[in-house]
């Protein structure tokens, strides 16, 4: 077994008190771990490693030496810092019971961190790190990123035009637990040429991919960072790359500040002071960097009066620009942008590696959204996401966490292929507050949702005490015009029980044809939805999840008119027996209220008559993977479209889970075929009955009208405590 070394280091130097000389020597820890077959220590290079501010991971078993910190020549100026090696047995286990590699799993809504950091934290924190040290561009692991998952791939920041990198300082928490994250730093006054940076950070990939071969190896490039990864990636083409690139300085010749560029050069020294607060507004949005820690939830008055708060203690900190980017640096980052653009450009097609592309729409300094679409045209495997709002600096501004858009777009993985089951990292809190405040904050309070459960005595009791906590758990029900159920659905579960409710999804939903913008698609990725397939459903039900299944598919969520509240599940039970495997619990549910939202005003045999808008959907479909192959009839051979809605006077969105049905012990149904489908029909039966209950009881609710609700809700409480019918 080959062993690795990982590194963590100190948020601030380790001082002695023996004497003056050792109170001036920064200390950073580098923890090396030994294979008990090899015994033998394994460190990676030493630049490679050279670590300037982290943490140290606890529970190590011995310190073995000390030894000069290689590639980071003095620091600021004083006698050269130290780094301890300590080493650790692979397999063995820290005091609190983790091992080395960290833990296994996140808690759904843990806390990612994300909207405590800001810009001012950047310009405080790069105060530190830029006097001169005489030493060569380095790597540093931020104290903040902590102890990742076990067996998490390595994420490698390549910085923008400062190279400081801090960069990710508003993502660091959360890019910790699911990535070993190291940040380049270049020094402020060094001249290392570009094609030496890329040599610098090839050796670290690998040395990481000899370490790992089935990992994946994350960059991280920011700008000049994205001309980096992308010259790396073409120099590598058989190392699995996962390449993020934010606003790259691929475009830099065709940057709408050429002209300025010369003035810079000829600008006096003394007014060289000028410059950080020009580049402030033309690299980013104040706005943007000002919001990220203000609550959207706050009302709107404390939300001005915290961002006045922020912008005024912003300002006299862009000062400290002129320090991290002084003029010779200027001019000589300048020179290193146009080489990097050339060098990177000349290589694209060299690519293979994952490319997900994140641009701004409004980026004054290079024409990012243009560079996109050539970009697109230029690599063999790019997404990407617009964010219309943000500036140059995408990654220190309000508006996007980086870490969501990975799992969002699909690109989280642990190995050579992403496993939809145990690569899936749960939502934060922070995404909680965001999709359902921000992004769906207009459905989720027009539609009010009352959910009902009924318990194993047969009583039906608000809310959801009647579905069992402990999976595997198969929720079968009836799905809503464009799944509107869906995430009320999964917002309930969550805030109420603490589930994570993992939903098979039609594999259209994982493909890239939605638009380059991260929407609501991304979000239902985020928040767990998985292909729809028998091998996801049986990994899924192995590791005791709780499932959404819904057998109609498709031709429920996209029926014509006159079709609502009408099943149309195959013939044959097609997860009754797997169920059984597992001893899961079935819980059937119906939900209704699409009638009180949208009225049907074109559906499919209705564009089937427009000639253009029948070879569209024909054409598309004909290139979309199937759900039901083989199957007969028209749940097997149903057509995607998106029936054109006409919105009404929201009404209410109501649930109510049936009894629930264990399999525990039932394992008879795996061979006995009738036994099944009886189940099956029985399962059918109660969901139709669940909402035949709801449609007749709803009439009896005083808040089903939006007006209503409105003046209550005013009045006494939140959307969630309104009041329905009586039981």
């Known amino acids: 077994m080959t062993s690795l070394a990982s590194l963590r280091l100190l948020s601030t130097p380790r001082f002695g008190l023996s004497s003056p000389s050792e109170t001036t020597k920064p200390v950073f820890?580098?923890?090396?771990?030994?294979?008990?077959?090899?015994?033998?220590?394994?460190?990676?290079?030493?630049?490679?490693?050279?670590?300037?501010?982290?943490?140290?991971?606890?529970?190590f078993v011995e310190?073995?030496?000390?030894?000069?910190?290689?590639?980071?020549?003095?620091?600021?100026?004083?006698?050269?810092?130290?780094?301890?090696?300590?080493?650790?047995?692979?397999?063995?286990?820290?005091?609190?019971?983790?091992?080395?590699?960290?833990?296994?799993?996140?808690?759904?809504?843990?806390?990612?961190?994300?909207?405590?950091?800001?810009?001012?934290?950047?310009?405080?924190?790069?105060?530190?790190?830029?006097?001169?040290?005489?030493?060569?561009?380095?790597?540093?692991?931020?104290?903040?990123?902590?102890?990742?998952?076990?067996?998490?791939?390595?994420?490698?920041?390549?910085?923008?035009?400062?190279?400081?990198?801090?960069?990710?300082?508003?993502?660091?928490?959360?890019?910790?637990?699911?990535?070993?994250?190291?940040?380049l730093h270049v020094p402020v006054y060094d001249r290392t040429p570009f094609n030496e940076l890329v040599k610098f950070v090839e050796k670290t990939v690998k040395s990481e991919h000899a370490a790992s071969p089935d990992k994946p190896i994350y960059l991280v490039g920011d700008s000049f960072g994205g001309c980096l990864a992308l010259s790396v990636a073409a120099r590598n083409p058989n190392i699995d790359l996962v390449v993020i690139l934010a606003n790259p300085a691929t475009s830099f010749g065709r940057s709408q500040l050429q002209p300025l560029f010369p003035i810079l050069e000829a600008l006096p020294d003394e007014l060289h002071f000028t410059v950080p607060y020009l580049l402030s507004?033309?690299?980013?949005?104040?706005?943007?960097?000002?919001?990220?820690?203000?609550?959207?939830?706050?009302?709107?008055?404390?939300?001005?009066?915290?961002?006045?708060?922020?912008?005024?203690?912003?300002?006299?900190?862009?000062?400290g620009l002129a320090d991290i980017i002084p003029k010779e640096t200027l001019l000589w980052k300048l020179k290193l942008l146009k080489s990097a653009a050339s060098y990177t450009n000349s290589r694209l097609h060299a690519v293979r590696a994952e490319v997900i592309l994140l641009y701004s729409g409004n980026d004054n300094m290079l024409p990012s959204a243009n560079e996109a679409d050539l970009l697109m045209k230029s690599l063999k495997s790019c997404k990407t996401r617009r964010f219309n709002g943000n500036g140059h600096t995408l990654l220190l501004e309000d508006g996007l966490s980086l870490l969501t858009v990975i799992k969002g777009t699909n690109t989280y993985r642990r190995s050579r292929k992403i496993d939809y089951v145990l690569d899936f990292l749960p939502p934060s809190r922070s995404?909680?507050?965001?999709?359902?405040?921000?992004?769906?904050?207009?459905?989720?309070?027009?539609?009010?949702?009352?959910?009902?459960?009924?318990?194993?005595?047969?009583?039906?009791?608000?809310?959801?005490?009647?579905?069992?906590?402990?999976?595997?758990?198969?929720?079968?029900?009836?799905?809503?015009?464009?799944?509107?159920e869906l995430f009320s659905l999964a917002e309930h579960f969550l805030k109420e029980k603490n589930i994570m409710v993992r939903g098979l999804a039609h594999p259209m939903l994982f493909t890239e044809s939605y638009g380059s913008d991260f929407s609501i698609v991304d979000w239902s990725r985020v928040f767990g939805a998985v292909p729809v397939t028998g091998k996801n459903l049986f990994k899924l039900l192995s590791t005791k999840s709780h499932v959404l299944l819904y057998p109609g598919g498709s031709r429920e969520a996209l029926h014509y008119k006159g079709e609502e509240y009408k099943l149309f599940w195959p013939d044959h039970p097609e997860f009754i027996r797997m169920a059984a495997r597992f001893g899961a619990t079935i819980v059937p549910f119906g939900a209704v209220g699409e009638d009180d939202l949208a009225e049907m005003v074109l559906d499919y045999n209705d564009y089937m008559k427009i000639p253009f808008l029948n070879d569209y959907i024909r054409r598309n479909n004909a290139n979309s993977n199937g759900v039901r192959?083989?199957?007969?009839?028209?749940?097997?051979?149903?057509?995607?479209?998106?029936?054109?809605?006409?919105?009404?006077?929201?009404?209410?969105?109501?649930?109510?889970?049936?009894?629930?049905?264990?399999?525990?012990?039932?394992?008879?149904?795996?061979?006995?075929?009738?036994?099944?489908?009886?189940?099956?029909?029985?399962?059918?039966?109660?969901?139709?009955?669940?909402?035949?209950?709801?449609?007749?009881?709803?009439?009896?609710?005083?808040?089903?009208?939006?007006?209503?609700?409105?003046?209550?809700?005013?009045?006494?409480?939140?959307?969630?405590?309104?009041?329905?019918?009586?039981f």
């Open 29 to 59: 820890r580098v923890l090396s771990r030994i294979s008990k077959e090899e015994g033998e220590t394994a460190v990676s290079s030493p630049e490679l490693v050279v670590s300037n501010n982290g943490v140290g991971v606890g529970g």
């Open 281 to 319: 507004f033309v690299l980013g949005d104040p706005l943007k960097m000002a919001s990220v820690t203000i609550n959207e939830r706050l009302p709107l008055r404390i939300q001005a009066e915290q961002l006045s708060r922020n912008l005024t203690s912003l300002l006299p900190l862009l000062s």
């Open 431 to 484: 995404e909680f507050n965001t999709a359902f405040n921000e992004v769906l904050g207009l459905l989720r309070t027009g539609t009010s949702s009352a959910l009902f459960s009924t318990l194993d005595d047969g009583t039906i009791v608000r809310g959801l005490a009647g579905v069992p906590a402990e999976g595997p758990v198969l929720l079968i029900g009836y799905h809503m015009l464009l799944g509107l």
């Open 63 to 183: 310190k073995e030496k000390a030894i000069p910190l290689i590639g980071g020549g003095n620091w600021h100026g004083q006698n050269p810092a130290v780094v301890e090696v300590e080493t650790k047995v692979v397999g063995e286990v820290d005091d609190d019971g983790e091992g080395v590699g960290g833990v296994d799993s996140l808690a759904a809504l843990w806390d990612d961190g994300y909207g405590t950091r800001s810009i001012k934290d950047y310009l405080e924190a790069s105060k530190d790190v830029i006097k001169p040290d005489g030493g060569p561009p380095r790597w540093f692991c931020p104290v903040e990123c902590g102890r990742p998952l076990k067996n998490s791939p390595v994420l490698l920041f390549l910085p923008g035009l400062d190279g400081v990198g801090f960069g990710l300082m508003l993502h660091h928490k959360a890019l910790g637990r699911a990535f070993e994250v190291r940040c």
């Open 629 to 726: 192959m083989g199957v007969e009839g028209e749940v097997g051979n149903q057509n995607l479209f998106l029936p054109f809605l006409a919105p009404k006077v929201p009404g209410r969105l109501y649930y109510l889970f049936g009894k629930p049905t264990h399999l525990k012990g039932r394992q008879e149904m795996l061979k006995d075929r009738e036994s099944a489908s009886r189940l099956y029909s029985q399962i059918k039966t109660e969901v139709e009955s669940c909402m035949a209950y709801l449609l007749k009881r709803r009439e009896e609710d005083p808040y089903r009208n939006i007006l209503d609700r409105t003046f209550y809700r005013t009045l006494y409480s939140s959307p969630d405590d309104i009041p329905a019918f009586e």
